[in-house]
């Protein structure tokens, strides 16, 4: 890991704890994980947001205004509103993308939930969703809470991954594997 990166993490992480633990003492950590949800989706769709958290041009003021009009328009709890206008405060809007980030795997902690990320060939439709959330939960004993991407060079089939654990049913894979045994018998 680059020390850019570590530096952000290790900042990111005390942000997120400090926001985990205020909202689990006062009750809020229902609107705490819509307010993730919503920055994450933000920070994956608006280059804007992410020029603006990052670019070293922009005044603390400007950080601090632009952050406030976000909430604003978010709507955004004032816990949740508190936090980011800290970070604009003390400069720290650039580790927004690591705390989001450890905000939900502490409220899905919490929760007892799991994130598996499942990507696929084709959109899944909602009841093969369920069908493989509902697999998945027998298997690891917890809740699951699916990421879904599509990536079309899979052919087929799925690439689930869970933690540190990693399924690859894709039909991409079976001919990478079936390419691989014929070059080892010649």
């Known amino acids: 890991m680059s020390e850019t990166a570590s530096i952000s993490s290790s900042i990111a992480g005390r942000y997120a704890q400090a926001l985990f633990e205020l909202a689990k003492d006062e009750g809020k950590l ?8 919503a920055l994450s989706a933000a920070l994956d769709t608006s280059v804007d947001l992410k020029a603006m958290i990052s670019s070293p041009i922009y005044t603390r003021d400007e950080q601090t205004s632009a952050i406030d009009a976000i909430a604003d328009g978010m709507g955004l709890d ?31 902690d919490e929760k007892g939930e799991v994130t598996a990320e499942v990507t ?25 809470k699916l990421n879904t991407t599509v990536d079309e060079s899979l052919i087929g089939g799925l690439i ?12 991409r894979a079976k001919l990478a594997n079936l390419q691989n045994a014929m070059k080892e018998v010649g």
């Open 30 to 37: 229902a609107a705490l994980e819509a307010d993730t949800d």
């Open 78 to 108: 004032g816990l949740t509103r508190n936090g980011l206008a800290l970070m604009a405060n003390k400069r720290r809007l650039f580790t927004l993308p690591h705390v989001v980030k450890a905000l939900g795997e502490k409220i899905a």
């Open 120 to 144: 696929s060939a084709t959109a899944l439709t909602p009841a093969q969703s369920g069908a493989i959330a509902e697999t998945l939960a027998s298997r690891f004993g917890k809740q699951i």
């Open 160 to 171: 689930v991954k869970v933690g540190s654990k990693m399924i690859d049913t894709s039909v």
